[in-house]
C-alpha cells in the first residue's frame, strides 16, 4: 500500500498547494503504516513547489529584453522559462526578445484554448507578450537533426511526417492528417506515451536477450537515451517512471510489480519533480488512461491463442476509454464511436512502424532501402486505416462543469466495485442508474441562460433556453467563425434553431457566413434590406445553405423555445448604418428579460416601448452616445454586458458611459476584462 500512500500524499499537495497542510492534522486517521509516506511524499512536493517560486513576479506588467533557446514556443532564459507571445513566431533557435511579461491567458471563448493551464503544466507561469523579435538565429546541428536525417532517408512524404511523429514527436509535417488520427479515436498513438514506451522498451530487452538479466539495464540506458533525445512530455515522463521502476525491479530479481503500484510510484515521483504539471490535460489524461487499464487488465479472462490478444487490445481500449471519457468530452467535446475496432485495426501496424522507425534512425545505413521500404508500406496502410475511420460517427457533448464529472464518475465507481465483487451487482446497476438519471434530470438546469462570448472588440451572444433551443445573436468578425464555432460545440449547441444578424457590420455579422455554410441553422433573422455589401453576402450564405431569412422590424414578434422577442426598432421602412440595428427584447418569462441594441444610437430609445429588463447588451462597444440615460430610465437593467476588445483604438468603453451605468446601479461585465460571461435569465 506504500506506493498508494505516496501518490495520494504527492496529488493531494500538488492539486491544494499549501492547503494541503491541513491534512498533516487528519494523519491520525490514516493507518499506521502508511503515514510516514503519506506525510514525505506531501511535504516533498509542497517543498519543490515552494522553493521553485515564481521568477517572473516582479516584472510583470514591465517591458524586458530577454534571450535564450526557443523550443515549441518556450524560451528558455537565465531567469526561468517563458512563453514567447511573438508573431509571426520565430522558428526554434536562438532568440532575442523584447515584449512585456505578463501571465498567459486562460480560454476566452468557451472551448477555446486555455494556455494558461498548458503552459502551467510545462511549469512555464508567465508569457513574453506582443514580443518584437530582436535577434535570431538557428541551434546549431545536434544529435536529433542527425538522428531525423537517417529517419527520413528513403521514405515516402508521408511515411517521412509518420516516422517524424512516431519516433520524435513532431507532428506539425503531418498536417490534415493530425485531425484524421483524432477523428478515428487514434490521437494518442501519435503522442508519445506509454504505447511508444512500453513498445520500445519490449523491443530493447528482447534485444538483449543473450544478456539474461543484462538486458535490463540496457534497456534502462537505452530508454533513458531516448527520452533525452525527444523531451520530456508528460505522458512520456509517466510511462519512463514506470518502465524505469519496472526494469529495475526486475534487474534486481523482484517479482513482477503491480502496474496500478507502478502507477502511483510513478505519479509521486512525476509530481515531486514537477508539481505544476498536474494542470496540464495531457498529464491528466496519461495518467487517467493507466489507471482505467490497470483496473481492467485483472479482469480481463485468460484464453487461448489470438482471442487472448483480441480480448487485452479490446479491454485496454474501453477501459482507457471509460477512465477518461468526461476529460476528453469537455476539452474536445466530442468521442469517435469506433475508436474500440480503430485501435484493434491500427496497434498491430502500429507495434511495427515504432520500432522499425527507431531502429532505422539508429542505424547508420539502411542496405539496400530494405526498412525504408518496409515502412513505406506500412505506413501508406496506417494512414488508409485512419482516413477511413476518420469518417466514422462521434459522440458530441458541451462543456462539463464539476457535477457532470461527479456523477459520471459516482456512476462508474460501483460498476467497476461490482465487476470486482465488492457490489452486488443490483446495488451497483442501482446506483449507477440513479447517477444517470439524476444527470438526465439536471441536463437543462442551466437553462434559461445567455452566454455573451468575448470575440475582442466585437459582438456574439447565445441564448440558450429549455428543451435544447439555442438563438445566436451576432457572430463577431470573419476571423471568428472557427473559435465560434468551437465555443458552440462546447455550450452544446449542436444546432441553431435562430440566428439573429443585428446589422451589417463586420465585427457583428462578419462570422456569420462562414457559420451558415457549416453549421445547422433553423433560420436567420434580419432587419430590412439596408443595401450593403455585407448583407448581400450573409443573404447568399442563407440561400445557399438553404436558411430561410426572416425580415423583422419594429411591432414583430417571434416565438421560440417558450421565449419572445419583441422587435423594438427599426422601422419598417429601415435606416442607414448603426441606426438600422435590430433591437429586441428577449423574454423567457419570469422576469428574464435581455435588451439587445447592437449598435443603435441611444437617442432613439425614446420610440422604443419601455419595460424593465435584466440584462442589458451595451450599444456600440460603449460609446457614450449608445447608452443614454433615456434609454437606462425606460428599461431600468440590472446588468450589463459591453463586447470590447484589449487594447482597442476607439478608447471604447467611455469613460462617460460607465460613470451613467454606476450612477444606475448598473453592474457591468466586459469582454476585455472578463472574457466570455454567461448569465442566468432566471
Known amino acids: 500500500m506504500t506506493p498508494y500512500a505516496l501518490a495520494a500524499g504527492a496529488l493531494l499537495a500538488a492539486l491544494a498547494g499549501t492547503w494541503s497542510l491541513a491534512a498533516l492534522a487528519l494523519l491520525p486517521l490514516v493507518p499506521r503504516g502508511l503515514r510516514l509516506p503519506f506525510a514525505l511524499a506531501l511535504l516533498a512536493v509542497l517543498g519543490r513547489s515552494l522553493l521553485a517560486g515564481d521568477p517572473w513576479a516582479d516584472a510583470l506588467g514591465k517591458v524586458q529584453v530577454l534571450e535564450g533557446e526557443l ?77 531525423r536525417a537517417r529517419l527520413v532517408a528513403g521514405l515516402t512524404p508521408e511515411a517521412a511526417a509518420l516516422a517524424r511523429a512516431f519516433t520524435l514527436g513532431e507532428r506539425g509535417a503531418l498536417g490534415d492528417d493530425v485531425e484524421a488520427f483524432r477523428r478515428a479515436g487514434l490521437a494518442h498513438v501519435l503522442a508519445l506515451s506509454g504505447l511508444h514506451v512500453g513498445l520500445l522498451v519490449g523491443f530493447f530487452v528482447l534485444l538483449g536477450m543473450p544478456l539474461g538479466t543484462g538486458r535490463y539495464p540496457l534497456a534502462l540506458a537505452l530508454l533513458v537515451f531516448y527520452l533525452a533525445l525527444v523531451g520530456p512530455t508528460p505522458s512520456l515522463v509517466r510511462a519512463g517512471l514506470m518502465a524505469a521502476v519496472w526494469l529495475l525491479a526486475r534487474a534486481l530479481g523482484y517479482g513482477e510489480v503491480p502496474l496500478s503500484a507502478l502507477l502511483a510510484l510513478a505519479l509521486a515521483l512525476h ?251 433553423g433560420a436567420l433573422v434580419v432587419g430590412p434590406p439596408a443595401g450593403e455589401a455585407l448583407e448581400g453576402e450573409l443573404r447568399a450564405a442563407a440561400r445557399a445553405a438553404g436558411v430561410p431569412v426572416v425580415t423583422a422590424s419594429r411591432g414583430d414578434v417571434l416565438r421560440v423555445g417558450g421565449a419572445e422577442l419583441r422587435f423594438l426598432h427599426p422601422p419598417p421602412g429601415g435606416a442607414a448604418g448603426n441606426a438600422g440595428s435590430l433591437v429586441f427584447v428577449l423574454d423567457v418569462g419570469a422576469g428574464g428579460r435581455v435588451l439587445f441594441t447592437g449598435d443603435a444610437p441611444g437617442a432613439l430609445a425614446y420610440a422604443w416601448r419601455p419595460e424593465p429588463v435584466r440584462i442589458l447588451k451595451v450599444s456600440h462597444h460603449g460609446e457614450s452616445g449608445g447608452t443614454t440615460e433615456v434609454l437606462l430610465r425606460r428599461f431600468r437593467p440590472r446588468l450589463a454586458w459591453i463586447g470590447v476588445g484589449r487594447n482597442n483604438p476607439f478608447g471604447h468603453p467611455e469613460a462617460e458611459t460607465l460613470a451613467r451605468l454606476g450612477a444606475w446601479g448598473v453592474r457591468v461585465w466586459r469582454g476585455d476584462r472578463d472574457g466570455s460571461v454567461r448569465l442566468p435569465l432566471r
Open 271 to 521: 509530481l515531486a519533480l514537477d508539481p505544476w504539471a498536474v494542470h496540464g490535460l495531457a498529464f491528466q489524461l496519461s495518467y487517467l488512461a493507466v489507471l482505467g487499464i490497470a483496473l481492467a487488465l485483472p479482469l480481463v479472462p485468460r484464453v487461448r491463442g489470438s482471442l487472448q490478444w483480441l480480448l487485452g487490445t479490446l479491454a485496454v481500449t474501453l477501459a482507457a476509454q471509460a477512465a477518461t471519457l468526461p476529460r476528453v468530452l469537455d476539452a474536445f467535446h466530442r468521442v469517435p464511436l469506433a475508436s474500440p475496432l480503430a485501435n484493434l485495426a491500427a496497434l498491430p501496424l502500429v507495434s511495427l512502424l515504432v520500432p522499425l522507425g527507431f531502429v532505422k534512425a539508429l542505424l547508420p545505413a539502411d542496405p539496400g532501402g530494405v526498412l525504408a521500404a518496409a515502412f513505406n508500406h506500412l505506413a501508406a496502410a496506417l494512414l488508409a486505416l485512419v482516413r477511413a475511420f476518420a469518417a466514422g460517427p462521434e459522440l458530441r457533448w458541451g462543456m462539463l462543469d464539476a457535477s457532470g464529472y461527479a456523477l459520471y464518475y459516482l456512476a462508474l465507481a460501483p460498476l467497476a466495485l461490482a465487476a470486482y465483487r465488492r457490489l452486488p451487482t443490483r446495488s451497483a446497476l442501482a446506483l449507477a442508474a440513479t447517477a444517470a438519471l439524476v444527470a438526465a434530470v439536471s441536463a437543462d438546469a442551466n437553462r434559461p441562460d445567455v452566454w455573451f462570448l468575448d470575440v475582442g472588440q466585437g459582438d456574439a451572444a447565445l441564448v440558450r433556453l429549455p428543451g435544447g433551443v439555442e438563438v445566436l445573436v451576432d457572430g463577431g468578425h470573419p476571423w471568428d467563425a472557427a473559435r465560434l464555432r468551437r465555443a458552440l460545440a462546447a455550450l452544446g449547441a449542436d444546432e441553431l434553431d435562430l440566428v439573429v444578424a443585428s446589422h451589417p457590420d463586420a465585427d457583428h455579422v462578419g462570422g456569420l457566413p462562414e457559420l451558415l455554410r457549416t453549421w445547422p441553422v
Open 71 to 147: 523550443r515549441g514556443g518556450v524560451l528558455a532564459t537565465a531567469r526561468g522559462p517563458i512563453y514567447l507571445d511573438a508573431y509571426p513566431r520565430p522558428a526554434d533557435g536562438w532568440v532575442r526578445a523584447r515584449g512585456t511579461v505578463r501571465r498567459p491567458d486562460r480560454a476566452r471563448l468557451p472551448g477555446g484554448f486555455d494556455r494558461r493551464a498548458w503552459l502551467l503544466g510545462q511549469g512555464v507561469r508567465a508569457e513574453l507578450a506582443d514580443a518584437e523579435v530582436l535577434a535570431w538565429r538557428p541551434s546549431g546541428r545536434g544529435l536529433r537533426d542527425a538522428v
